[in-house]
């Protein structure tokens, strides 16, 4: 079964600085997908970015990167310049793309709150 | 653009009780999923549909049972709920086409079983 860690329950970050969120995954398939999704207080899924696992470059959205170490299995999200509105939860997910069903496993998350 | 909207947003329950959360889908996708979200346990997959016709458990399938209504609908009902049901409910669709699609979530069902 694969498995998601976010090892980091709660963050503070001052507005404008990075913040790195980690997340580590457990696969024994060379060929895996990860996602993150971001979850406001409002409550509803957001997605954020993409990174395939034979993808030579790490993703890049607009303030968010996905720093990709395959050999470390890990997938660490990068905020940079951080703002009020990235105050949320934040979850790392895998998939393995050679199930058919393509479901995702979801990490527990991890709380970032922004300061000003 | 309503994406996918589940029913209700809220509910309360008495232990025992049973009842249906309804979800459906305007996206033409494939497959569905029906995720419960509890404090430090991200979300965990309750039962899936990949495609019309089919369904299938989860992680964590103890208590629930699903219905793949149509290629829209996908609807989870608990039968007898226990207090150990209550959580956040979150229904979602992908595509069903490759491995990079991400899922659209509904808003979520939050509830309680008193």
Same mark, same amino acid.
């Given at each position: 079964?694969?498995?998601?860690?976010?090892?980091?329950?709660?963050?503070f970050?001052?507005?404008?600085? *990075?913040?790195?969120?980690?997340?580590?995954?457990?696969?024994?398939?060379q060929?895996?997908?990860?996602?993150?999704?971001?979850?406001?207080?409002s409550?509803?899924?957001?997605f954020?970015?993409?990174?395939g696992?034979?993808d030579?470059?790490?993703?890049?959205?607009?303030?968010?990167?996905?720093?990709?170490?395959?050999?470390r299995?890990?997938a660490?999200?990068?905020?940079?310049?951080?703002?009020?509105?990235?105050? *949320?939860?934040?979850?790392?997910?895998?998939?393995?793309?050679?199930?058919y069903?393509?479901?995702?496993?979801?990490?527990?998350?991890?709380t970032?709150?922004?300061?000003? | 653009?309503?994406?996918?909207?589940?029913t209700?947003?809220?509910?309360?329950?008495?232990t025992?009780?049973?009842?249906?959360?309804?979800?459906a889908?305007?996206?033409?996708?494939?497959?569905?999923?029906?995720?419960?979200?509890?404090?430090?346990?991200?979300?965990?997959?309750?039962?899936?549909?990949?495609?019309?016709?089919?369904?299938?458990?989860?992680?964590?399938?103890n208590?629930?049972?699903v219905?793949?209504?149509?290629?829209?609908?996908?609807?989870?009902?608990?039968?007898? *709920?226990?207090?150990?049901?209550?959580?956040v409910?979150?229904?979602?669709?992908?595509?069903?086409r490759?491995?990079n699609?991400?899922?659209?979530?509904?808003?979520g069902?939050?509830?309680s079983?008193?």
């Amino acid at each position: 079964a694969q498995k998601i860690t976010q090892t980091q329950p709660g963050m503070f970050v001052q507005e404008k600085e *990075a913040v790195t969120l980690d997340c580590t995954y457990d696969t024994s398939d060379q060929s895996y997908g990860l996602f993150w999704y971001k979850q406001p207080s409002s409550g509803e899924m957001i997605f954020l970015i993409y990174q395939g696992s034979y993808d030579e470059q790490n993703a890049t959205e607009g303030r968010y990167s996905l720093n990709f170490q395959k050999a470390r299995k890990s997938a660490n999200l990068v905020i940079s310049a951080s703002q009020l509105g990235d105050s *949320a939860m934040y979850f790392c997910a895998m998939r393995d793309p050679w199930q058919y069903d393509y479901k995702l496993s979801f990490g527990a998350g991890t709380t970032v709150t922004v300061r000003a | 653009n309503a994406g996918v909207t589940q029913t209700p947003k809220f509910q309360v329950l008495k232990t025992g009780q049973s009842m249906t959360l309804q979800c459906a889908q305007d996206m033409n996708h494939n497959s569905m999923y029906w995720y419960r979200q509890d404090p430090g346990m991200g979300l965990r997959l309750i039962y899936y549909s990949a495609s019309e016709g089919t369904t299938d458990k989860g992680e964590v399938p103890n208590g629930y049972n699903v219905s793949r209504l149509n290629k829209r609908e996908f609807s989870l009902r608990l039968e007898s *709920a226990a207090p150990s049901q209550t959580s956040v409910y979150f229904c979602a669709s992908s595509e069903g086409r490759g491995p990079n699609e991400k899922l659209f979530f509904g808003s979520g069902t939050q509830l309680s079983v008193l």
